[in-house]
């Protein structure tokens, strides 16, 4: 009897860890199948290759046309820094005017906001298509930059928000009462306090924009602008023989910046989440 709880807590254990290998199931194959030559990658659905080669890497690399993966990942970074450096700057100055600072319309304000998340990108695609094109923004990174400056994530402004209500009112009252304003209560109070959800708006800013493919393939037709994702893209010829080990091997390389940004701030990113901004 006493054995029960035990024997049914590793059968937990098991059917978790069971759970977790068939949903890497997918990413173990793609790594494998990355170094396996193109005439064996459909051959058998084992994860071991038969034969080892780092021809798909290489092929993969040279890219096409005349321009590398290295081009390709340089314009991935670029787009993904300048998204991250805008939404916390803008997004972070927009929580602390909601949740802070008293003006007129602010309660309305504040619904058109929430009502802008649940709206669905496909329903504005079409208006801001033609917002860019009159602005002469097509076939430039404008289209995925500019609206990351100007407070155009709602769901983060909403996070900065919830985090910054927690953070207790005495703190700007004294802050206040030794001569900050609302400029310096920002920049010495808020902003400190704010670094986990700042760290979690990075994290999740730099994956969206990262794997974005949609609003790339929309913008963007020049292949020397083309980012990682499109690059990857056209290496399927779905007229011809697509190059499979080459797409495995990039797509495999594609993941690295994104496993080693969640790595590295994976601390933080939890605290973001957990915490209501209390220390």
């Not at 298509?129 to 923004?137: M, V």
């Not at 999740?204 to 794997?211: A, K, L, M, Q």
Request: proline share 5%; hydrophobic share 55%.
């Amino acid at each position: 009897m006493a054995n029960r709880p035990n024997l049914f807590k590793a059968g937990k254990h098991l059917l978790i860890i069971a759970c977790g290998l068939l949903m890497l199931y997918p990413v173990m194959w793609l790594l494998a199948s990355s170094f396996k030559p193109n005439n064996l990658i459909f051959a058998s659905s084992g994860l071991w290759p038969k034969t080892f080669t780092l021809d798909n890497y290489v092929n993969g690399w040279k890219g096409l046309q005349g321009i590398t993966f290295s081009r390709f990942f340089l314009n991935s970074a670029v787009i993904s820094v300048l998204s991250v450096i805008g939404n916390i700057l803008t997004c972070s100055l927009a929580a602390y005017a909601f949740a802070r600072l008293e003006f007129r319309f602010k309660s309305v304000l504040f619904a058109c906001m929430l009502v802008t998340i649940m709206l669905p990108y496909h329903v504005l695609l079409i208006p801001q298509y033609i917002i860019f094109s009159k602005l002469d923004w097509i076939n430039t990174y404008l289209p995925l930059i500019v609206p990351k400056w100007l407070a155009h994530d709602s769901f983060f402004i909403l996070l900065m928000i919830q985090f910054i209500r927690g953070i207790p009112r005495e703190l700007d009252e004294s802050a206040t009462i030794d001569g900050c304003g609302s400029g310096q209560l920002y920049f010495r109070i808020i902003i400190p306090l704010l670094v986990p959800a700042l760290i979690t708006t990075a994290i999740f800013t730099f994956i969206w924009t990262w794997d974005d493919f949609f609003s790339q393939m929309i913008y963007l037709s020049e292949i020397k602008l083309f980012t990682v994702q499109l690059g990857i893209r056209s290496l399927y010829d779905p007229s011809g023989d697509s190059d499979w080990g080459a797409l495995l091997a990039m797509s495999v390389l594609s993941l690295v910046p994104i496993m080693t940004i969640f790595l590295l701030f994976q601390k933080h990113f939890l605290e973001g989440i957990a915490t209501t901004g209390l220390k």
